[in-house]
């Protein structure tokens, strides 16, 4: 087995401060391949835990509540359009006997068989 110069063994020619220095960074963490800062988790305790717990149940239920009263909104537009309807349904009806009506009584005075009738003199009842 032959010995290089440039390898790190005993019997090398590396400088006592080059072996010194790789030996720190070797034992503080600073050597190739390693992170040099160290996540540390901090630890919030079970008031930090609660106090999450009872942040993220309010805002879920301010996001319930929000599409809730969207949801009835909804419901009283439907519920004033359906009551548009209704109404405009009876008017078109009204409308449809009252366009009967007013048809009927000009196809009636208009027609040959009234032209043909003559008005009575007197009118009696049988009730006199």
Avoid: C, W
Wanted: charged fraction near 20%; avoid cysteine.
């Amino acid at each position: 087995m032959k010995i290089y110069r440039n390898q790190f063994n005993a019997g090398s020619s590396v400088t006592p401060r080059a072996r010194a220095t790789r030996t720190e960074l070797s034992s503080s963490n600073y050597s190739h391949g390693r992170n040099t800062v160290r996540f540390t988790p901090t630890r919030h305790g079970i008031i930090g835990q609660v106090g999450f717990a009872v942040s993220l149940v309010l805002v879920v239920g301010l996001v319930f509540l929000t599409m809730t009263s969207r949801i009835t909104e909804y419901d009283y537009k439907m519920e004033a359009m359906s009551r548009q309807v209704q109404e405009l349904t009876a008017r078109k009806e009204e409308l449809a006997v009252e366009n009967a009506r007013v048809t009927s009584r000009a196809t009636i005075n208009n027609s040959d068989l009234a032209d043909l009738m003559t008005r009575p003199s007197t009118v009696s009842h049988l009730n006199d």
